[in-house]
């Protein structure tokens, strides 16, 4: 597999060799192959979002509210959940999760509804409109992915998404109440 070329990066972000060559001069102590790992990591990931970010766009949809059809897709038929529980998959505040859950009633993705059952719960349940809009961002996303591994044999694919997945399991092991928040940063 060939380097990535000067073309992969910004001109106003440095190559990885150029930040990990600037990292190595200024912190000794830096082991370059894990730094170009974490690195290429988190380059990767920010690309990846943004690209994810233009596809949902052209649907109408944001990436936050992809993240909603995501989870309720995810938790299986009957494709409901309290908001409470979408906010905590989700590392949201119940304020931001109920704004969340309000624009996305009014563009018919999910309805939410009083639980007969227990008149306090409400379920915020998928529509399908929602679902549609989810089915094809999986389609578009597929195709980016595809082309993302086409480098890769079907045996290097899986041994990347072992060493990933390995990880991400480190990482989850380390940070257990981390759930992807990022307001104990703020």
């Known amino acids: 597999m060939s380097e990535p070329s000067d073309a992969a990066h910004s001109p106003a972000e440095p190559s990885l060799e150029e930040q990990i060559a600037a ?11 894990v730094e170009q790992v974490v690195s290429a990591l988190q380059r990767l990931n920010r690309r990846m979002n943004v690209a994810y970010g233009r596809q949902t766009a052209t649907l109408n949809m944001s990436n936050a509210e992809w993240e909603v059809l995501k989870a309720l897709v995810v938790a299986g038929a009957p494709y409901q959940m309290g908001p409470g529980e979408l906010a905590k998959r989700l590392g949201l505040t119940p304020a931001a999760m109920t704004h969340r859950i309000d624009r996305m009633a009014s563009e018919g993705l999910v309805t939410r509804e009083r639980d007969e059952a227990n008149r306090v719960r409400v379920i915020v349940e998928l529509t399908q409109e929602g679902r549609e809009k989810w089915v094809e961002a999986m389609r578009m996303a597929s ?4 082309d993302l591994l086409q480098d890769l ?3 290097e694919r899986g041994q990347l998404g072992e060493m990933l997945t390995r990880l991400l399991c480190r990482v989850e092991d380390a940070q257990p109440d981390a759930d992807g928040r990022l307001n104990d940063l703020d």
Do not use: C, T, W
């Open 143 to 146: 195709v980016f992915e595809e």
């Open 23 to 33: 990292y190595q001069r200024e912190f000794q102590g830096l082991d370059p192959q």
């Open 153 to 155: 044999s079907n045996e």
